[in-house]
């Protein structure tokens, strides 16, 4: 599989990843040889299988509903840039 | 199913019709989040309800919440959807800033509720059903600030991780007022299964509308999804806008594209949402952080047996029992605490009187006040005494609503109130004979008019004999004594 | 006497308990050594002043007879478990300046057991490569690195990857033990470039609940040691059930060191006939039936199995861990820890700091993982890849149907110089060859030195193991050791 430049940029674009355009070329390239490696996974027969979706065969735990954690507010935004007030804060967004 | 008058958008190459699907996002009634142990509680201190897992901390891990999981499969039964015994929770990837860790965990291919059906009430007294889709779990995401600093937007995870309900219609809904009717019974029933408190103001039930347009009888047009719409009445008005939007556009050469907008309540209208642009490409995958949830068919079984009886349920059976009209049963199972509050006060007593007194009376007067039936002044114990008072003829259904009005005012019981004002109704027929006497003789000239054949004087005489009991005189005797009286 | 550095783990606690030293001077010769060898880079942080207090609390435990199961032994963690109050960094730029408020529960338990922290350990940028070249910090150099008799090095050498730090710094005696992470290799491989002992247990087996996510289906904790008996001593501590991970399970964890019994007599040892690629080097052939006639000595049956879908793992892997990757990495945006670049919006401030903060081989990774997740992708990679991984487990049931562990070579090669396989990403991935399967599988797998390559650098077997059946594993790990004998020390240590 060979990805062309504006599908590199549309990717970079979903990853949130400022990608110069002088860089396209290049990593479409790179993107390109591990996409086209990959591509042997064809030749496996998967009729049939069910894709693995956990490691591990157990059923899910479920925990209490039971109030344990919180109640820090200058822990979860001590670690910020930008706090005010406990809030996070971003550049204004339009929505 | 009565057939209700069609909706219509008149443009100018003809009549459009309206197609209606309406996703809720229904806030569960837990006390912890559904993969974290912080509190749901509304309205508290910027992010003081918020774990390390909410804020998408480095190496935090989901822990799935039970009750949670219980709401969901409680609703599902309740809306007699399919329970899915396994289901899957996926990430659905994107960056938002109210969104810390890049993703929502939430169902996709497998969803833990398959199909299921609501029955609207229409205002004619008609029904109609609308499919549901599926209903998934997932976490809600934080919440935008944008208006208290010029450049920036404020970030509160207090809400980030609360666990919601996705309830998916079908596309099944052609007019504002079935849209409305949905979501008034959909929270109805939440309510009565106490799995959704149903509060739009507060955001524990958020409503996207999807909104298509197409020529009575054609394919289905493209649709719209219009978010952030936090009132039934703004979901009637946010229909309407984009259905006339999409008609003029149409009409206009313009094609419709399948979009998330945003319903702006002071202009009343909706725009496209700048940021959903990467809406169509979320990237959904199997949590590999959970498990597939599998559940127990027995401890599903168990729910199921420990539901309430639903809306749908208790107007049939009112409607038999009590041998209600429609509209009386539909108004008093809208909610579960009215219909409660109905069948203490209709126990043992005259069930249409009862529902009269609840309805016309009790929640005309609590509707003025905008209070609701849990903090009725009047308790149901109290308002069963006063139509026991009218059951034994101590009072009559006239003096009966003056008693009502000070039990409203006083909270006293309508047996002291009749007590303390001399309300007793007189069934002393020396009393009534006597009062029937001087008023015939104030009027002799009607008594002669009425023995000559003027029938209709017959209500005038007891209106004369009331007033001068100042109302207290039992209104059969009155009519008894004073026909017999005025036949001479 | 032995250099106290030089100490393994278990001779540590004898001589601990018998006060022939004690925990602050066994914690200040290590701290010394660090001081000595920065060249190395093994140490992103080092955290000597805690460490005393550390060690000062365990020789007060050993004073009133009261010592616990590691007690005052000082270690090295990888930088990619979140230590409360120690900035935490995942070798990455982007979590600059990141200091967690909590501790991974694996450092939990092992503080709770007395071990001693002397610093985090380097590593790939997110625990991504296979020769710790991708930190954000530097290299790390493996102490098998030659040098000229002016003290120059003549050659670089990879301590592999991606817990290379954690190799270098317990093979040139930097700590007694480290804790590593292993989502394709990345205990494993670099334990058998560095000629340490490493072991990744089954998928479940330690929580992963403070562990910086690189891809959450494959990743586990384990510990790197010098001898199989400390490693079965640490992983011990490290292991257990946590109700804070939802993939950990609830299953007793045994005494791994009285397992090693050296009795393998009856066990049936797969060889994977699949194993034997194309182009392997005839040293690691010849160490491979080295391997397989110890055990046969040792009383064990080899049996020729089959993996028919190996040549498929690595394929499936860099589809799978890459997607799972670029969702676990969404998380670092700027908004909420770590580096912050300004943008005009919010999406421009977004692409500025990830595209600053994130190497080069991250942000392959992550585009890879984008593209295989994304509209149009999903099934014809992720879907498939998943499938395929299943038929590479369901190898494994049918191989243990035959055999009890599995006996492969670790890697492929021996160490290569720090700048040889960079430009080739897939000639650098195929380092994990031998090692992705049981990631994928989920299987407890451990490396041991098992000899030297011709140009004398260390080479390592790999034991495979049924699912928590880690006590097997390292039973049979230990026979290798014993009969591999005593290994050289790294021409770096002293």
């Known amino acids: 599989m060979s990805l062309d430049k504006a599908t590199v940029a549309k990717i970079a674009h979903l990853a949130r990843i400022k990608v110069p355009d002088s860089d396209l070329e290049q990593l479409a390239g790179e993107l390109s040889t591990i996409m086209t490696w990959v591509e042997m996974l064809g030749e496996v027969d998967t009729q049939g299988i069910e894709p693995m979706t956990s490691v591990v065969a157990a059923n899910l735990r479920r925990r209490p509903d039971a109030v344990t954690d919180g109640g820090y507010p200058e822990k979860v935004v001590a670690n910020a840039t930008d706090a005010t007030e406990n809030f996070f804060s971003v550049p204004k967004v339009v929505e | 199913m009565a057939k209700t008058m069609a909706y219509r958008i008149a443009g100018e190459t003809g009549e459009w019709e309206v197609v209606i699907g309406l996703e809720v996002h229904a806030q569960v009634v837990s006390n912890a989040k559904l993969f974290s142990g912080a509190a749901t509680a509304f309205g508290a201190a910027p992010n003081s309800q918020v774990s390390f897992v909410d804020a998408g901390f480095p190496g935090m891990l989901p822990v799935i919440n039970e009750v949670c999981v219980e709401q969901a499969v409680r609703t599902g039964l309740g809306l007699k959807a399919q329970i899915n015994l396994r289901s899957v929770f996926d990430r659905k990837n994107y960056f938002y800033a109210d969104l810390p860790s890049g993703y929502q965990i939430s169902q996709f291919q497998q969803p833990i509720v398959g199909h299921g059906t609501i029955v609207l009430d229409l205002a004619d007294g008609s029904t109609r059903e609308v499919g549901i889709t599926r209903l998934h779990l997932e976490m809600d995401a934080g919440k935008s600030l944008h208006d208290q600093n010029p450049t920036k937007t404020y970030i509160d995870l207090n809400r980030s991780g609360v666990a919601l309900m996705e309830i998916v219609s079908e596309p099944d809904m052609r007019t504002p007022e079935e849209a409305a009717a949905y979501l008034r019974k959909l929270r109805t029933i939440l309510r009565y299964l106490g799995t959704c408190d149903g509060n739009m103001e507060e955001g524990s039930m958020r409503c996207d509308i999807n909104v298509s347009v197409r020529k009575p009888g054609a394919e289905y047009g493209t649709r719209t999804e219009t978010k952030n719409v936090n009132s039934i009445r703004y979901v009637q008005q946010a229909i309407e806008y984009e259905a006339q939007r999409q008609v003029a556009l149409i009409e206009d050469g313009g094609v419709v594209v399948q979009e998330t907008r945003l319903w702006d309540p002071n202009k009343g209208e909706t725009r496209s949402m700048r940021s959903k642009e990467d809406a169509h490409d979320y990237r959904y995958f199997p949590d590999p952080d959970l498990l597939p949830l599998d559940l127990d068919a027995a401890w599903v079984e168990e729910i199921k047996r420990s539901l309430p009886e639903l809306p749908d349920e208790k107007k049939a059976r009112f409607m038999a029992d009590y041998k209600l009209p429609v509209y009386d049963a539909g108004v008093l199972v809208a909610e579960r605490s009215r219909a409660d509050f109905y069948e203490e006060v209709a126990r043992g007593r005259d069930p249409k009187m009862a529902a009269n007194f609840v309805i016309g009376d009790l929640l005309g007067a609590l509707n003025k006040t905008g209070a609701d039936i849990d903090s009725s002044p009047i308790s149901a114990a109290a308002l069963g005494g006063l139509i026991d008072l009218i059951a034994d003829n101590t009072i009559s259904g006239r003096i009966a609503k003056e008693v009502f009005a000070d039990m409203l005012e006083t909270g006293k019981p309508a047996a002291q109130i009749v007590e303390e004002k001399g309300l007793r109704q007189v069934t002393d027929t020396g009393a009534i004979d006597q009062a029937i006497a001087a008023v015939m003789a104030a009027n002799a000239d009607k008594v002669a008019e009425f023995r000559s054949g003027k029938d209709k004087l017959f209500g005038f005489f007891v209106g004369q004999v009331m007033k001068a009991t100042q109302g207290k005189a039992n209104p059969a005797l009155v009519n008894e004594i004073l026909a017999a009286k005025l036949k001479g | ?494």
């Open chain 3, 1 to 494: 006497m032995t250099k106290l550095t030089h100490l393994t783990m278990a001779d540590a606690l004898a001589g601990l308990a018998a006060k022939e030293f004690t925990a602050v001077e066994l914690t200040q010769a290590h701290l010394d050594a660090m001081a000595a060898t920065k060249e190395l880079n093994a140490y992103i942080i080092e955290t000597p002043d805690a460490a005393l207090k550390q060690a000062a609390d365990a020789d007060a435990r050993y004073a009133k007879g009261g010592q616990r199961a590691l007690d005052g032994l000082p270690l090295g963690i990888k930088d990619l478990f979140c230590t409360e109050g120690v900035q935490t960094t995942a070798a990455s730029h982007i979590l600059d300046g990141f200091v967690p408020p909590y501790e991974s529960t694996v450092t939990t338990q092992l503080f709770r057991d007395g071990a001693v922290m002397l610093g985090k350990l380097n590593l790939d940028e997110f625990a991504m490569g296979s020769a710790n070249i991708t930190s954000h910090y530097g290299p790390v150099i493996s102490p098998w690195s030659p040098k000229d008799a002016a003290g120059n090095f003549t050659r670089k050498l990879v301590p592999g990857g991606s817990s290379g730090g954690s190799a270098a710094a317990v093979a040139a005696r930097l700590a007694l033990g480290a804790t590593g992470t292993d989502t394709g290799g990345s205990i494993r491989q670099p334990a058998s470039f560095v000629g340490i002992v490493g072991i990744k247990p089954t998928y479940g087996r330690c929580s992963r609940w403070g562990i910086v996510a690189f891809a959450s289906s494959l990743d586990q904790a384990g510990p790197m040691t010098r001898t199989v008996k400390d490693a079965a001593l640490m992983l011990r501590s490290m292991a257990g059930y946590d109700p804070k991970d939802s993939t950990s399970i609830d299953v007793p964890v045994p005494d791994y060191a009285a397992a090693l019994t050296g009795d393998i007599r009856g066990l049936r040892v797969g060889i994977p006939k699949e194993y034997r690629v194309d182009g392997m080097p005839a040293e690691i052939e010849r160490l491979w039936q080295q391997g397989i006639e110890w055990l046969k000595a040792a009383g064990a049956t080899p049996v020729e199995i089959s993996l028919p879908h190996t040549k498929y793992a690595l394929p499936a892997y860099y589809i799978v861990a890459p997607a799972e990757a670029s969702s676990n990495l969404a998380r670092y945006d700027g908004v909420r820890f770590g580096l912050r670049v300004e943008g005009k919006d919010l999406k421009e401030m977004y692409e500025n700091t990830r595209a600053e903060g994130f190497g080069a081989e991250v942000k392959r990774r992550i585009m890879i993982g984008t593209y295989v997740l994304s509209a149009g992708y999903y099934d014809a990679y992720y879907l498939k890849a998943q499938k395929v991984r299943a038929r590479i487990a369901e190898d494994f049931t049918k191989a243990y149907e035959q055999c009890d562990v599995i006996l492969t070579p670790t890697a492929p090669s021996a160490a290569f110089g720090i700048g040889e396989k960079m430009d080739d990403p897939i000639a650098m991935y195929l380092n994990d060859v031998f090692t992705v399967p049981a990631n994928l599988a989920g299987l407890p797998g451990l490396s041991v030195p098992a000899g030297l390559s011709g140009e004398g650098l260390p080479l390592g077997l790999q034991v495979l193991g049924r699912p928590f059946d880690e006590a097997t594993v390292l039973k049979v790990g230990h026979v290798i050791e014993q009969a591999a004998g005593p290994q050289p020390l790294p021409p770096l240590v002293s």
